[in-house]
């Protein structure tokens, strides 16, 4: 047991400082990026890969093979508006990929033309978007994966006052009564996203509601290695949830806290009832015994 929880403490310090020494060496490609490659990683790739299979929202390899440049300027711009007005191509994606929903992205032209010609690019190539600047702003030390976890359950604020991820999200063993269902379980987070897709979603959450929430309170370098390093820890502490879909778990001590509520209630209204009478009762002795 010892050694499991020693590997469990280790592994997630050592692989987040494998992750930071690696991200931290830029390729000449990186040093040089193509048109639109900071807009798509800003704006997009949260839930977007390019060859990389879908994610909350299709892969968009071949994307200009499926649609012509005048929808695409018109969508990424207002999406939501598109599907309104009964355009088949925009109600067929959000059919497909509801209950997600595409926020409105407010580009220039020449900043959605400068995105489509990086996925033209990709998609000539082969190749796969890789974020440049998902990198973690220094190494995971040991003491990062309580400190994620006090910022995770609200127990220390966040510093721009963004609300805490247990209002909306849960993991397993993060507290007696758990976390959130607004949003999704983050138990396997880093199954499901690589490590850089991870990163690049906690420095620009770009989903409607964390956007909402997080847009002009964006989480700190120091927030964003904590929360990494421990969500790295949970997932080594749940191993199950990595190979399983993530599901919440049965929490019934709010059932048994209501049901306690009901059994005292009951209890005060019966002796409240029982009493409501005890004054006449307690005139009628007395004046009995006169």
Same mark, same amino acid.
């Given at each position: 047991?010892?050694?499991?929880?020693?590997?469990?403490?280790?592994?997630?310090?050592?692989?987040?400082?494998?992750?930071?020494?690696?991200? =931290?060496?830029?390729?000449?490609?990186?040093?040089?990026?193509?048109?639109?490659?900071?807009?798509?990683?800003?704006?997009?790739?949260?839930?977007?890969?390019?060859?990389?299979?879908?994610?909350?929202?299709?892969?968009?390899?071949?994307?200009?093979?499926?649609?012509?440049?005048?929808?695409?300027?018109?969508?990424?711009?207002?999406?939501?508006?598109?599907?309104?007005?009964?355009?088949?191509?925009?109600?067929?994606?959000?059919?497909?990929?509801?209950?997600?929903?595409?926020?409105?992205?407010?580009?220039?032209?020449?900043?959605?033309?400068?995105?489509?010609?990086?996925?033209?690019?990709?998609?000539?190539?082969?190749?796969?978007?890789?974020?440049?600047?998902?990198?973690?702003?220094?190494?995971?030390?040991?003491?990062?994966?309580?400190? =994620?976890?006090?910022?995770?359950?609200?127990?220390?604020?966040?510093?721009?006052?963004?609300?805490?991820?247990?209002?909306?999200?849960?993991?397993?063993?993060?507290?007696?009564?758990?976390?959130?269902?607004?949003?999704?379980?983050?138990?396997?987070?880093?199954?499901?996203?690589?490590?850089?897709?991870?990163?690049?979603?906690?420095?620009?959450?770009?989903?409607?509601?964390?956007?909402?929430?997080?847009?002009?309170?964006?989480?700190?370098?120091?927030?964003?290695?904590?929360?990494?390093?421990?969500?790295?820890?949970?997932?080594?502490?749940?191993?199950?949830?990595?190979?399983?879909?993530?599901?919440?778990?049965?929490?019934?001590?709010?059932?048994?806290?209501?049901?306690?509520?009901?059994?005292?209630?009951?209890?005060?209204?019966?002796?409240?009832?029982?009493?409501?009478?005890?004054?006449?009762?307690?005139?009628?002795?007395?004046?009995?015994?006169?």
């Amino acid at each position: 047991m010892r050694n499991r929880t020693f590997k469990m403490k280790i592994m997630p310090v050592f692989i987040g400082v494998l992750l930071t020494l690696a991200a =931290g060496i830029e390729s000449a490609a990186a040093q040089n990026l193509p048109p639109g490659a900071v807009d798509f990683e800003k704006r997009c790739y949260s839930c977007h890969n390019i060859n990389g299979g879908d994610k909350k929202g299709p892969d968009l390899k071949g994307l200009l093979d499926r649609r012509s440049k005048e929808w695409l300027r018109e969508f990424i711009q207002a999406p939501a508006a598109m599907n309104r007005k009964g355009d088949a191509d925009a109600n067929a994606l959000f059919k497909k990929f509801a209950p997600e929903i595409m926020p409105d992205q407010p580009l220039a032209p020449e900043q959605i033309d400068g995105i489509l010609s990086l996925i033209e690019s990709l998609t000539k190539k082969g190749e796969t978007f890789i974020p440049t600047g998902a990198k973690l702003s220094r190494a995971i030390e040991a003491g990062d994966i309580d400190a =994620g976890r006090e910022a995770f359950t609200g127990k220390v604020a966040l510093n721009n006052g963004g609300a805490s991820c247990i209002a909306c999200h849960n993991i397993n063993g993060v507290g007696r009564f758990g976390g959130g269902t607004l949003g999704p379980d983050l138990t396997a987070v880093n199954t499901k996203y690589k490590d850089p897709e991870l990163i690049s979603i906690l420095q620009n959450p770009n989903f409607p509601t964390m956007k909402s929430v997080f847009g002009a309170k964006p989480l700190t370098d120091e927030e964003i290695v904590k929360l990494f390093a421990y969500f790295q820890s949970a997932k080594f502490a749940n191993p199950a949830a990595q190979t399983q879909p993530a599901v919440a778990p049965l929490n019934l001590w709010f059932p048994a806290i209501g049901f306690l509520g009901l059994v005292l209630s009951f209890v005060t209204l019966n002796r409240i009832w029982k009493n409501r009478l005890r004054g006449v009762r307690e005139d009628l002795v007395r004046s009995s015994k006169k």
